[in-house]
């Protein structure tokens, strides 16, 4: 029995440290800063939102409550997915998917949502442009996407800064 139980705690950490390894530990963005998110998200009804490295799906479940768009998050560490699962069962338009952000097409969505590691940032940028339609937006917070110019920057003293990016 406590194989089993020893065997189980093993994987658990060892999906959250390979989650950490590709470049997204589990650092949640604050509950102040959602607000400020939802702003610069402007999500309209029928649009498509979705959080890479989603976590718990803490953005995921405040944009489903405070807009009529779709939200979905995306997540590698087994424990965290299952938790971000659970919560979302509540908003029929929520829906969180288990998986690694480099092998999930991002070209129905209107908005990506990141808080990764910034050396992640510039992995995940030729995707972005890639898969992303013109006049999707990119929000990236704490860190900005190497070598793309913001389309705006939301400043606040002692929180940490928002990017803002139009896909051309």
Request: proline share 5%; aromatic share 16%; hydrophobic share 40%.
């Amino acid at each position: 029995m406590f194989i089993v139980l020893y065997i189980s705690i093993f994987l658990l950490l060892a999906s959250a440290a390979y989650a950490a390894s590709r470049g997204a530990p589990w650092v949640p963005t604050w509950k102040r800063d959602l607000r400020r998110i939802e702003k610069l998200a402007q999500l309209k009804k029928g649009e498509r939102f979705i959080e890479l490295g989603c976590g718990t799906g803490r953005v995921c479940r405040y944009l489903a409550k405070h807009t009529e768009a779709e939200t979905f998050g995306i997540e590698l560490s087994f424990l965290q997915w299952v938790v971000a699962y659970f919560l979302s069962l509540r908003w029929k338009t929520t829906e969180i998917f288990l998986g690694d952000v480099y092998n999930h097409n991002l070209s129905s969505y209107n908005v990506v949502y990141m808080f990764l590691m910034p050396e992640t940032y510039k992995k995940l940028r030729d995707k972005l442009s890639s898969e992303l339609q013109p006049g999707s937006r990119v929000i990236s917070y704490v860190w900005p996407i190497p070598d793309w110019t913001p389309s705006f920057v939301d400043r606040v003293e002692g929180t940490p800064d928002i990017y803002l990016y139009i896909c051309k």
